[in-house]
């Protein structure tokens, strides 16, 4: 084990207060690494695991520190450097955007939710980030800003494209995310997390995410993810599938969830086996729809 | 680099350097040995301080990234009178200390769950103090001495 008092390792320490400025110094910077709350990268320095030259705090910049649920049509706009604990805070977040809000609320310690952004979550990409199954579901898109002659570019990409591997998303060398953005949840849809981990603190072994809306007792649309069981979050596209227009039983959401097994490919590691994953994972599934689906309102019982 | 930082209500113009983390400023530097080395990878909370009053871990924060902001550590906690912090009190009197080691970050973060919400359920508490681990005293102490804290700072809203 390193000594993880201290980081041994030398970099130059950058906070620019405009994203322009920000994205300059990421495409002149040698070896540069965005730092945000830092709750993950300055580990991964202490270990040697990243070795960056530069250090680029990005912090201070309106469009990455924006936080607005709208009361209309317009949704959530989440900056990227928005810290953990203000989600936890919102209770409109709570009640239109459950599933992320449950989410938040069982990452990781308060000292980790102060520190900790959404962006550093979702850039960090664990195949486990508890915050990345319920945007995908919730139908957020991430904007991503580069600079393309000189000047800032935005692009927008939807959640469940963003992650391509184990650490790995869509953002090229010297792009940034932005923000996220969620369309408002229409009346009667609910949305739920749930995962399961050794102790509440860790990271989970394996997780689910639902979100679904209701037309008397069927369902309509039906998005649902799974976290910890691929090398990247993945949608459950075959039970979205059979669920999505079907009447509601508890029943019909059993035999459907068995179907996950189709997106998944859980490994062995520290955290759990691919066996108690593989076990799990139409649980875990199978417990947030109907959760929400008694949020959307509805009633579960056959 | 040269950063200006108020600790326990002083401010402190600092020469440091980019790699520098927060803990071994405040312990090396400033002589704040209250603040403990624990794991130093965000999973045991004993280095918990409180930036503008919310807690934050000072092993995982570059002392360059908190310029210009306000910290508490446990020599701060009772104020410019002295004596003790009603949670410092109350963790006496309930025996929730055993080695201690975990005491600071436990009392920093009972702190800010208390000055935000003065009367927090037991569920409250557990979540609150979730990222600091105790490895002798089975937390049972600690949560009665929250609660006990609480209760003193509810009656005498000093603190």
Redesign the interface.
């Known amino acids: 084990m390193p000594?993880?008092?201290?980081?041994?390792?030398?970099?130059?320490?950058h906070?620019p207060g405009r994203l322009q400025e920000a994205l300059e110094l990421l495409a002149r910077l040698p070896a540069p690494r965005v730092?945000a709350g830092?709750?993950d990268l300055?580990?991964q320095i202490?270990t040697g695991e990243c070795q960056p030259e530069a250090?680029v705090?990005v912090?201070d910049i309106q469009e990455l520190a924006a936080f607005t649920v709208a009361a209309g049509a317009a949704g959530l706009t989440v900056g990227a450097a928005v810290p953990l604990?203000r989600l936890e805070e919102e209770k409109l977040l709570a009640a239109r955007y459950t599933a992320l809000h449950e989410a938040v609320r069982a990452l990781?310690?308060?000292?980790?939710r102060?520190?900790a952004t959404l962006g550093g979550n979702l850039c960090n990409a664990s195949p486990s980030a508890d915050t990345s199954g319920p945007l995908i579901v919730l139908g957020a898109e991430a904007e991503i800003a580069g600079l393309s002659g000189g000047k800032v570019a935005l692009r927008r990409v939807g959640m469940a494209k963003f992650f391509t591997g184990p650490g790995a998303t869509v953002l090229q060398p010297g792009e940034l995310l932005v923000a996220l953005r969620l369309p408002e949840p229409p009346a009667a849809s609910g949305s739920a997390f749930l995962k399961l981990g050794r102790v509440?603190?860790d990271m989970a072994k394996v997780s689910a995410s639902a979100y679904l809306e209701r037309e008397g007792g069927r369902l309509r649309a039906v998005r649902l993810a799974v976290g910890g069981a691929a090398p990247t979050p993945v949608r459950a596209l075959a039970v979205e599938k059979a669920l999505s227009g079907a009447a509601f039983s508890p029943s019909a959401v059993q035999k459907a969830v068995a179907r996950v097994q189709e997106s998944i490919s859980p490994i062995d590691d520290v955290r759990s086996t691919a066996e108690y994953r593989r076990l799990m994972a139409p649980v875990v599934l199978r417990d947030a729809i109907l959760t929400a689906w008694r949020r959307a309102g509805g009633e579960v019982k056959e | 680099?040269t950063i200006a930082l108020t600790v326990n209500g002083r401010r402190h113009e600092l020469e440091v350097?980019?790699?520098?983390?927060l803990?071994?400023l405040l312990r090396d530097r400033l002589q704040l040995t209250g603040t403990k080395?624990g794991?130093?990878?965000?999973?045991c909370?004993a280095c918990?301080v409180l930036?503008d009053g919310?807690?934050?871990?000072s092993?995982?924060?570059?002392a360059?990234?908190v310029a210009g902001r306000s910290i508490t550590t446990i020599e701060g906690v009772a104020g410019e009178a002295g004596g003790q912090h009603p949670l410092q009190e109350a963790f006496l009197e309930e025996g929730a200390v055993q080695c201690g080691y975990c005491t600071p970050g436990m009392i920093l973060?009972a702190k800010?769950l208390l000055d935000r919400n003065p009367d927090p359920s037991t569920d409250d508490i557990r979540?609150?103090l979730?990222?600091?681990f105790c490895r002798c005293t089975g937390y049972v102490g600690i949560l009665a001495a929250v609660k006990a804290a609480a209760r003193k700072m509810r009656s005498a809203p000093a603190h």
């Open positions: 000594n993880t008092r201290l980081i041994p390792a030398r970099f130059t320490y906070r730092l830092g709750t300055l580990i202490k250090l705090q912090l604990y990781a310690s308060v000292q980790i102060t520190m509440t603190l | 680099m350097q980019p790699n520098e983390l803990l071994n080395y794991c130093g990878l965000g999973e909370g918990t930036l919310r807690p934050i871990l092993c995982q924060t570059l360059v990234s973060s800010a979540h609150a979730r990222g600091n």
